[in-house]
């Protein structure tokens, strides 16, 4: 919404700061980062007030969860949200139609999670909208921002697949690339929901893959660094480097109050909507086979639970002592801190092979 101030400026300095993408992505980090620190505190009051106690623990889950994380409220993803949207609307581009789909789909799967925790809460159990409506639901988000996306490609990129490292390969999936793109968006949506299972272990990793995948896209975005790197160039998409600063900063303001012990939980609402936004940023920019590897984490995560109960059902026997596989190392006797330290360090990893993607011709 600022940006437009350049358009009714005398052209100085000042106000043209306001054209760089650069600039109004940093702005909009602090925009959210400082109303995260502002709305944090009294929003988790009001959480814990209504909810009374707290997000209902799994009693299938590891027993030390029903002592320690007890009586903690949800929905703190409320406040990522928040940060998120205000602040993308304020420094973004609003006539930009990548922003718009990926803030579409964020908002969307934030309310299907947003359903669902209330579901948890006011019936006290962890059981909240079933999941068949909650698929039924997101892969109509999914289909539409990916009709959206492809509708704004350039005509040699839409309804392709790109390859990373091989730069002259697109594969023409034809209308076949808009149910792939739904399993992108819903896919990605649901592994950051499963990895959501310890205090601060998502968070950190989802802004690392956006951090990673917001510079892509602002690579991909100018037409001198695609000519440089060799990767394709989808104009506009550029845009989202602002989306995506505002979702770090969002949820730096989440961690202040999510670091252990945690104060809130994100739940669904922040854990959909971030996975969704995800896989709708890979999406826009055509690296979807690099979220993969960006957000190799979360793919571990969702294999491990796919894995477990595939293997369950033939055998009767367990690969993992609990899935999702973070479970699996408490049950080891691994410490949360520990556990998820080690899992930031691998996302920072990930992203940096993710990268390399970009160079590697």
Do not use: C
């Given at each position: 919404m600022l940006y437009w101030l350049t358009q009714f400026s005398d052209g100085g300095d000042f106000f043209n700061l306001f054209r760089y993408i650069t600039f109004r992505a940093g702005a909009a980090f602090f925009t959210a980062l400082i109303f995260g620190f502002i709305f944090g505190r009294p929003l988790i009051d009001q959480l814990r007030k209504r909810q009374g106690r707290g997000q209902p623990i799994r009693d299938d889950g590891p027993e030390s969860h029903l002592l320690t994380k007890q009586g903690t409220p949800t929905m703190?993803?409320?406040?990522?949200?928040?940060?998120?949207?205000?602040?993308?609307?304020?420094?973004?581009?609003?006539?930009?139609?990548?922003?718009?789909?990926v803030l579409f789909v964020t908002v969307g799967f934030g309310a299907v999670g947003f359903a669902d925790d209330y579901a948890k809460v006011s019936k006290s159990n962890t059981k909240g909208v079933s999941g068949r409506i909650r698929l039924l639901i997101g892969f109509t988000i999914a289909g539409l921002a990916a009709v959206w996306a492809s509708w704004f490609h350039p005509e040699e990129l839409s309804f392709r697949l790109a390859f990373p490292v091989f730069k002259d390969v697109l594969l023409n999936l034809w209308w076949f690339f808009v149910p792939f793109a739904m399993i992108v968006i819903v896919g990605a949506a649901?592994?950051?929901?499963?990895?959501?299972?310890?205090?601060?272990?998502?968070?950190?990793?989802?802004?690392?893959?956006?951090?990673?995948?917001?510079?892509?896209?602002?690579?991909?975005?100018?037409?001198?660094?695609?000519?440089?790197?060799?990767?394709?160039?989808?104009?506009?998409?550029?845009?989202?480097?602002?989306?995506?600063?505002?979702?770090?900063?969002?949820?730096?303001?989440?961690?202040?109050?999510?670091?252990?012990?945690?104060?809130?939980?994100?739940?669904?609402?922040?854990?959909?909507?971030?996975?969704?936004?995800?896989?709708?940023?890979?999406?826009?920019?055509?690296?979807?086979?690099?979220?993969?590897?960006?957000?190799?984490?979360?793919?571990?995560?969702?294999?491990?639970?796919?894995?477990?109960?595939?293997?369950?059902?033939?055998?009767?026997?367990?690969?993992?002592?609990?899935?999702?596989?973070?479970?699996?190392?408490?049950?080891?006797?691994?410490?949360?801190?520990?556990?998820?330290?080690?899992?930031?360090?691998?996302?920072?990893?990930?992203?940096?092979?993710?990268?390399?993607?970009?160079?590697?011709?």
């Amino acid at each position: 919404m600022l940006y437009w101030l350049t358009q009714f400026s005398d052209g100085g300095d000042f106000f043209n700061l306001f054209r760089y993408i650069t600039f109004r992505a940093g702005a909009a980090f602090f925009t959210a980062l400082i109303f995260g620190f502002i709305f944090g505190r009294p929003l988790i009051d009001q959480l814990r007030k209504r909810q009374g106690r707290g997000q209902p623990i799994r009693d299938d889950g590891p027993e030390s969860h029903l002592l320690t994380k007890q009586g903690t409220p949800t929905m703190g993803g409320v406040l990522i949200l928040g940060a998120l949207v205000v602040s993308s609307l304020l420094w973004a581009r609003l006539d930009n139609p990548y922003v718009w789909m990926v803030l579409f789909v964020t908002v969307g799967f934030g309310a299907v999670g947003f359903a669902d925790d209330y579901a948890k809460v006011s019936k006290s159990n962890t059981k909240g909208v079933s999941g068949r409506i909650r698929l039924l639901i997101g892969f109509t988000i999914a289909g539409l921002a990916a009709v959206w996306a492809s509708w704004f490609h350039p005509e040699e990129l839409s309804f392709r697949l790109a390859f990373p490292v091989f730069k002259d390969v697109l594969l023409n999936l034809w209308w076949f690339f808009v149910p792939f793109a739904m399993i992108v968006i819903v896919g990605a949506a649901n592994a950051v929901n499963l990895t959501d299972g310890l205090d601060g272990l998502a968070i950190m990793p989802v802004m690392i893959a956006a951090g990673t995948l917001g510079v892509i896209a602002y690579a991909v975005g100018r037409v001198d660094f695609t000519e440089y790197l060799d990767v394709h160039y989808v104009p506009g998409t550029g845009e989202i480097l602002v989306f995506v600063a505002a979702l770090i900063g969002g949820g730096l303001g989440f961690l202040w109050y999510n670091a252990p012990p945690a104060a809130v939980f994100m739940g669904d609402t922040g854990s959909l909507a971030l996975g969704g936004a995800l896989g709708a940023i890979a999406v826009a920019i055509k690296h979807e086979i690099v979220l993969a590897i960006v957000g190799g984490l979360f793919v571990v995560e969702a294999l491990s639970v796919i894995i477990q109960v595939l293997y369950f059902k033939r055998t009767g026997k367990r690969v993992f002592l609990m899935a999702p596989i973070h479970h699996h190392f408490e049950k080891r006797g691994w410490a949360e801190p520990q556990i998820v330290i080690r899992f930031w360090i691998i996302a920072v990893i990930l992203a940096l092979i993710g990268l390399a993607t970009l160079k590697l011709r």
